[in-house]
């Protein structure tokens, strides 16, 4: 508490100080990765990971060691050092916990390891059916292997089954799965009851989409304009203008019927400087939708990729940007594609 106070203070020397002697006394995750996160904002990548090392020597209690490595393999994706996380996400999810099976199938992904990243699915798939059932027929869908026929009954099983009470982000699952179907209604019933909940502009991207795709021009310009309205009437307080630039620039193009390579470059950036990479994936799929309509499949070809290969993607617009690459190459990647820094994409983790 004391190294919180500090560090709020900005006396960051004595902040590591004080959590250094609080691990000292009691080696707990939190501790250790509130000291990671202070030598990150230093960027002395060195004492992170002497830290971390000296950390994972200590005997272990109450899973200290399975939140480290997650978390040390989610830094290493994030620097675009995938082969680095590696050896962590797989001690992690010896655990087999819902988390490290999911996270280990992700950087084996990255690293092109395609039967190996499956594998870990699969086991998040079957061991966690009521969390990750859907998940092993989603890996399919975004690289274009595996056993999509297996895949898919678990993932008809999961979605058969009720999930509870209907939030927003059940309705986007559902209308993604939809879409994966190829069941476009459905898909435009489910992302319709999403904007229900509050107005955005990835559901109201996907009605838009699905509505002039079904030639229904009436409910995608009354998507639009309700997306509109609300951002003139009440914009969200905590929205960043990076988003917002972003957000509207890909909602203005869904009125265009061309785009320039200039405009391409210039909403492109807008994308790329959105702090958040979860919704800086959704909008590179969304861009790469719009692109692939106005003719511009190149241009759409890279943004699907960007969607795809982000380290904190948004997992469900990853899937459906990959989907795309998948019926445009037969397979999202190529087999010896391995991710790399050069594709990073994006404001920068720090180092």
């Given amino acids: 508490m004391l190294g919180e106070k500090y560090e709020k203070m900005g006396s960051v020397e ?18 250790a990765s509130q000291l990671a996160a202070l030598y990150l904002e230093q ?8 830290m971390w090392e000296a950390f994972l020597q200590l005997p272990d209690n109450s899973s200290n060691h399975y939140f480290a490595q997650l978390e040390i393999a989610d830094a290493y994706c994030g620097w675009g050092e995938w082969q680095n996380a590696k050896p962590y996400i797989l001690e992690a999810a010896q655990v087999w916990g819902t988390i490290s099976l999911y996270q280990a199938s992700f950087v084996l992904e990255g690293l092109g ?52 009470k209907p939030t927003r982000a059940s309705q986007v699952l559902q209308g993604s799965f939809a879409v994966l179907q190829d069941d476009r209604d459905t898909a435009r019933a489910a992302y319709a009851k999403a904007l229900d909940f509050y107005p955005s502009y990835t559901c109201t ?21 309700a997306l509109r309205k609300h951002y003139q009437e009440s914009p969200p307080d905590d929205e960043s203008p990076e988003l917002t630039k972003a957000g509207m620039a890909v909602v203005d193009l869904t009125e265009a019927q061309q785009v320039s390579d200039e405009q391409i470059e210039q909403i492109g950036t807008l994308i790329q400087q959105v702090p958040d ?27 699907w990729r960007h969607a795809l290969v982000l380290p904190s993607r948004d997992h469900i617009y990853a899937t459906l940007a990959g989907h795309e690459l998948c019926l445009k190459k037969t397979t999202s990647r190529q087999d010896d594609d391995v991710l790399g820094k050069d594709d990073l994409w994006g404001p920068a983790t720090a180092e």
Wanted: net charge neutral.
């Fill in 205 to 225: 991207l996907m009605v838009s989409k699905l509505a002039r795709e079904a030639l229904d021009t009436e409910t995608h310009q009354r998507a639009i304009a």
């Fill in 14 to 31: 004595d902040a590591i100080r004080c959590i250094h002697q609080s691990l000292e006394l009691n080696p707990r995750f939190e501790a």
């Fill in 113 to 164: 390891e395609w039967k190996q990243s499956e594998y870990w699915m699969t086991e998040a798939t079957t061991n966690y059916p009521s969390h990750y059932g859907y998940a092993w027929y989603y890996w399919c869908r975004r690289t274009g292997r595996g056993n999509l026929a297996a895949a898919l009954e678990h993932a008809k099983a999961y979605f058969a089954n009720p999930l509870g």
């Fill in 277 to 303: 990479s979860p919704t800086r994936s959704a909008l590179a799929y969304f861009f790469g939708c719009e692109l692939d309509r106005l003719g511009k499949e190149t241009a759409a070809l890279e943004y």
């Fill in 43 to 50: 960027r002395d990548r060195q004492s992170w990971e002497t």
